[in-house]
Antibody, heavy 118, light 109 residues
Framework: QVQLVESGGGVVQPGGSLRLSCAASGFTFSNYGMQWVRQAPGKRLEWVTF????????SYAGSVEGRFTISRDNSKSTLYLQMNSLTAEDTALYYC???????????WGQGTLVTVSS | EIVLTQSPGTLSLSPGERATLSCRASQTVTSSYLAWYQQKPGQAPRLLIYGASNRATGIPDRFSGSGSGTDFTLTISRLEPEDFAVYYC??????????FGQGTRLEIK
């Protein structure tokens, strides 16, 4: 069955960096676009970034543009999110999700928590 | 960027009742590219509906979606105890960016 498992979250100081990973299994990873979505405590879901199935197209939310970089390694069925210059506003549970059709998300991981605090 | 507004913020109903959740877009949603998700505490969101009215795999037929243009509705015909959760709508026709509504909390009365 389809599984998405995020890792790499933790506590980081403002201005610091983290790299999140999302290990995919149960499907042909290289055939699907992928996204990161985050959710601050008690808040709504917020889309962060998208990458096309082959990595050729990437897009970012304005709030993370220039600080976050999405990438993927199709040989390892793994999605990444490099996060730099972190601020308290980046504190959230980060989910990876598989994209279907024109852009809905049919499978989600359980999330990895990022806390930015001094 | 399309803004999605969900109403009501909280809906209090009893098992067996019918639930009607609304999602209104600030602009026309292209080709009814609207999805609905259910999220329970401590869990990831679960896809319920895509394309405004198509049930995702494994979703019970008591869940239905409707609407077009700027007004969309998620209906749960007869509430089961496991249906009490937070529901989000998502627009993906104009992505990027993808946008989500602020959520409707469905609670037991």
């Amino acid at each position: 069955q389809v599984q998405l498992v995020e890792s790499g979250g933790g506590v980081v100081q403002p201005g610091g960096s983290l790299r999140l990973s999302c290990a995919a299994s149960g499907f042909t990873f290289s055939n699907y676009g992928m996204q990161w979505v985050r959710q601050a405590p008690g808040k709504r879901l917020e889309w962060v970034t998208f990458i096309r199935y082959d990595g050729s197209v990437k897009s970012y939310a304005g709030s993370v543009e220039g600080r976050f970089t999405i990438s993927r390694d199709n040989s390892k069925s793994t999605l990444y999110l490099q996060m730099n210059s972190l601020t308290a506003e980046d504190t959230a549970l980060y989910y990876c999700a598989r994209v279907r059709g024109s852009g809905w998300f049919d499978y989600w991981g359980q999330g990895t928590l990022v806390t930015v605090s001094s | 960027e399309i803004v999605l507004t969900q109403s009501p913020g909280t809906l209090s109903l009893s098992p067996g009742e019918r639930a009607t959740l609304s999602c209104r877009a600030s602009q026309t949603v292209t080709s009814s590219y609207l999805a609905w998700y259910q999220q329970k505490p401590g869990q990831a969101p679960r896809l319920l509906i895509y394309g405004a009215s198509n049930r995702a795999t494994g979703i019970p037929d008591r869940f239905s979606g409707s609407g077009s243009g700027t007004d969309f509705t998620l209906t749960i015909s007869r509430l089961e105890p496991e249906d009490f959760a937070v529901y989000y709508c998502q627009e993906y026709g104009s992505s990027p960016p993808v946008t989500f509504g602020q959520g409707t909390r469905l609670e037991i009365k």
